[in-house]
């Protein structure tokens, strides 16, 4: 089994900052790229940030220059500072993990969610 969960969401005012972590655990062999994704009420799943094993980067035109993902794969885990945060961020953040089994199959797995919340 394989367990993802992210932590660190809650309610910041605008301009403020929050940091969200997501721990994977269970039968790994090793993780791949590991994300950030966020959902707003009424709209579709959007990546955030995405960051590769080798620690290339990716990050939604949105989130530049405001947002830094990174990870600590001793510690299988990844992390997403948020800065300047907007009321648009508003969102239920979804951390994904592409994860590669001891059985040697690879899938993606997703956690349950952390909500973030920027309002005045």
């Known amino acids: 089994q394989v367990q993802v969960v992210e932590s660190g969401g809650g309610l910041v005012q605008p301009g403020g900052s929050l940091r969200l972590s997501c721990i994977v655990s269970g039968s790994i062999y090793s993780i791949n790229a590991m994300g950030w994704y966020r959902q707003a009420p009424g709209k579709e799943r959007e990546l955030v940030a995405i960051?590769?094993?080798?620690?290339?980067?990716n990050y939604a035109d949105s989130v530049k220059g405001r947002f830094a993902i990174s990870r600590d794969n001793a510690k299988n885990t990844v992390y997403l500072q948020m800065n300047s945060l907007k009321p648009e961020d508003t969102a239920r953040y979804f951390c994904?993990?592409?994860?590669?089994?001891?059985?040697?199959?690879?899938?993606?797995?997703w956690g349950q969610g952390t909500q973030v919340t920027v309002s005045s």
């Open positions: 960051i590769t094993s080798t620690g290339t980067t």
């Open positions: 994904n993990a592409e994860i590669k089994r001891w059985s040697n199959t690879v899938n993606r797995y």
